[in-house]
């Protein structure tokens, strides 16, 4: 334990019994020292903090002598040996969420957090190249139209974007009122009002081109307008939920699935036989039918009817692709 740690360890002792005030042998047994070490200590946080610690010697005890004063703190910014890992942890994730794209807006950031880790033993290579993301299917969007975006729903001001969508593979003018930036399975949405559908859509940021700030003020809608239309359904597709899917996974993927939050609203429970009945409410089926063909013979929809021959159909057409004698070579 470094000497900020043990300095960080007696000021919560002490905070945590303000009235009581703590032994010697108290102290020794927190910073898991010895005497001297921890009578050093003791004039750290006295002489060189400030601290107004004072030595009780009929009770024998420590503690802080605060009259008129009301509690005293710690000054600026002290962190423990935990914490600070755990920042280093944070600064290598920010690091692999998204490379490059906020790089001017975070570096100073990260040079300020790579300052504080020096502290610790190892330096701020203590974790590095020890915590690692492996996202799958990432799409990255432009930095530049990042920027843009995150400006205007900052401001809370109009965009007006080109948008290619990719299902029509065609592009439109829109003239949108972002409402929030959401992170979804490695890849950025932007959820935001349609002035051209009059409705809330979401648009993934890899398709949005030539993003525009307009000096027009954003139509803003309430958290909850935009929960009951985002979060209630499956996915990232928005909109009221209209379904309820009703999904039975072996016993054998059981385990797995009873433990996954496919939605907040979900409703399991295990069957005689040791398989897991899971019931998930939606709007939209295309995320939710790609999720349940990747679980292959293991999963069964058992309803509504509509997305079990969906669902069929699509394992129909995968099984045709593998009859007959295969590629050459």
């Known amino acids: 334990m470094d000497r900020v740690e ?16 703590v032994t010697l042998e108290q102290i020794k047994e927190r910073l898991e020292c010895s005497r001297a070490t921890a009578v050093r200590t003791i004039r750290d946080l006295r002489n060189y903090l400030g601290a107004p610690l004072v030595w009780n010697p009929k009770l024998r005890r420590y503690r802080y002598e605060e009259e008129g004063r009301g509690p005293w703190q710690l000054p600026g910014l002290w962190l423990g040996a935990d914490e600070l890992h755990a920042l280093l942890a944070a600064e290598r994730l920010l690091e692999q969420v998204e490379p490059g794209l906020l790089e001017p807006e975070l570096a100073p950031l990260r040079r300020r957090i790579r300052a504080l880790l020096q ?18 299917g990432r799409r990255a969007p432009n930095p530049e139209a990042f920027r843009t975006v995150a400006d205007a729903l900052a401001r809370k001001r109009r965009l007006r974007i080109t948008y290619h969508g990719r299902a029509s593979d065609e592009e439109t003018e829109r003239t949108v009122s972002p409402q929030r930036l959401v992170h979804y399975r490695d890849n950025w949405y932007l959820d935001a009002w349609c002035h051209l559908r009059r409705a809330l859509r979401t648009f993934a940021l890899d398709r949005i081109r030539a993003p525009r700030v307009l000096d027009a003020p954003a139509r803003v809608l ?25 999904l039975r996974f072996t016993p054998e993927r059981a385990r797995w699935v009873a433990d996954e939050r496919w939605h907040p609203q979900q409703e399991g429970r295990f069957l005689d036989d040791g398989s897991y009945e899971l019931r998930i409410p939606y709007g939209d089926s295309r995320e939710l039918v790609m ?22 159909g699509r394992l129909r057409a995968a099984a045709a692709r593998y009859t007959g004698p295969g590629p050459s070579g």
Do not use: M, Q, T
């Open 6 to 21: 043990r300095i960080y360890r007696l000021h919560a002792l002490l905070d945590a019994n303000r009235h009581y005030g």
């Open 119 to 136: 502290r610790l033993p190892g330096g701020s290579e203590a974790l590095a190249g020890r915590v690692r993301l492996a996202p799958i």
């Open 222 to 246: 309430s958290d909850a307008a935009l929960d009951r239309y985002f979060a209630r359904s499956y996915g990232i597709f928005g909109g009221p939920p209209r379904h309820v899917a009703v």
């Open 291 to 312: 999720d349940i063909l990747k679980y292959g013979p293991d999963v069964e929809v058992l309803g509504p009817a509509g997305l079990r021959r969906e669902v069929a």
